[in-house]
């Protein structure tokens, strides 16, 4: 299981409990989005995947479950209908109000993106809309069984056969999708509104984007994903829409969780703490930026690198650049060097070390480094490398006695 993601169930608007999951990026979000599947798809369509882990990236939190019916939910589908699901979508976003934050974000897939077009005017806390494959019209879906459309009026219901698997389509279904049609997109004053569309969809026809984004009031946007097919099936597709929502909804979303600005290079390397949770820190190495953490198991968000990830880092980088320097001045075949570090703590009896004291409890640092070397390397080359791994600087600076001075600003 991933570690930052958390399976929960709610009670659904049938009665039926409903499966979901909820993806938390790598520290505090900085806000929280809800996901609508597509018509008789589940939350774990690889988009829905995809699309989540790129909004995670990005501090963005995801909550996607399945509609009753469908995927690991209860309850039968055919007791469902357009209705149920917006009633669906509705219980998803209180549980979230109530177990995490209101969700400031709706992305919907199809019919689903359909039901937040519907949903989102009456979700105040929502701030942005994306839609994928969306249709114009929540009816649009008949023609997915429109061969069973006659039996399923005489009848009662019928089995029709979607994607391969076979679904119960009832009378209540068909009306209550008539009753459903939109006459216009009607979002909430503020609430953006972006579009993503496959101009060759050959489920949902790319007419219906344009319908959409007629219908539509500003701001709202409308973005091809030329070549790919209703369900985002590539990875490069699912990927572009997933950065493409990520950064258009940047420019909408109140970050809940700021973290204080990463300091100026006052020095070679400043550390200071973003503010977020325990251990966070911003580390600022000249013109770079990135985050010092620690595991969750001991209470940080494991949104980077611990302090001796950090160190034992320094020591394999070193390695492999002295490692190239020395080969290529010595016209080596080497064409790739790669290093295995791990940190731990041993006694110094294990390692035959003296420098360990009675107050360290005889225990001493130790950094095990693996070298793999490719290229046409012979014997004497491979040994002269790896004896050369010993002169790399940081291995002489942590095997030689340092000293620190530290001075308040």
């Not at 519907?118 to 494959?133: E, K, N």
Request: charged share 20%.
């Amino acid at each position: 299981m991933d570690a930052h993601a958390q399976h929960v169930t709610f009670r659904g608007s049938v009665g039926a409990d409903l499966a979901a999951r909820l993806d938390m990026p790598a520290g505090p979000p900085k806000a929280y989005a809800l996901f609508a599947h597509c018509f008789t798809c589940s939350k774990d369509l690889f988009a829905a995947g995809r699309i989540a882990a790129e909004l995670n990236n990005h501090g963005i939190a995801v909550f996607r479950f399945d509609f009753t019916g469908l995927g690991h939910s209860d309850g039968e589908f055919a007791n469902t209908d357009f209705s149920s699901n917006l009633d669906d979508l509705s219980l998803a976003a209180d549980w979230l109000a109530a177990n995490a934050s209101a969700p400031q974000l709706l992305i919907g897939h199809s019919l689903g993106a359909a039901a937040v077009l519907a949903a989102a005017p009456h979700l105040p806390s929502v701030r942005a809309v994306a839609t994928i494959g969306a249709p114009a019209d929540p009816a649009h879906v008949r023609h997915l069984f429109t061969d069973a459309v006659a039996d399923i009026e005489t009848d009662g219901k019928a089995e029709v056969s979607i994607g391969g698997r076979p679904f119960t389509i009832a009378r209540d279904f068909l009306a209550d999708l008539e009753a459903n049609r939109f006459d216009q997109i009607g979002l909430a004053d503020g609430q953006a509104l972006l579009i993503l569309h496959a101009p060759e969809d050959t489920i949902v026809g790319f007419e219906n984007a344009e319908a959409i984004y007629t219908a539509a009031s500003h701001p709202k946007s409308l973005v091809a994903i030329d070549g790919a097919s209703h369900l985002l099936g590539s990875h490069r597709d699912a990927t572009f829409a997933a950065e493409t929502i990520a950064h258009w909804a940047d420019r909408y979303l109140v970050d809940e969780n700021p973290a204080n600005h990463a300091p100026d290079p006052t020095a070679p390397v400043v550390v200071a703490e973003t503010g977020q949770g325990t251990f966070l820190n911003h580390i600022v190495v000249g013109n770079h930026r990135f985050l010092a953490d620690e595991p969750v198991s001991v209470g940080g968000f494991d949104a980077g690198p611990n302090p001796y990830d950090l160190v034992a880092a320094g020591l394999g980088a070193c390695t492999s650049m002295t490692l190239r320097m020395y080969a290529d001045r010595k016209g080596m075949a080497l064409d790739r060097v790669a290093v295995e570090v791990s940190h731990g703590r041993v006694h110094a009896d294990d390692c035959g070390c003296a420098e360990a004291t009675p107050a360290s409890g005889n225990h001493i640092d130790q950094f095990d480094r693996v070298v793999h070397l490719e290229g046409d390397l012979s014997d004497d080359d491979r040994a002269s490398l790896l004896r050369i791994a010993d002169r790399c600087p940081v291995h002489r600076s942590l095997e030689a006695k340092s000293h620190i001075t530290t001075t308040l600003a």
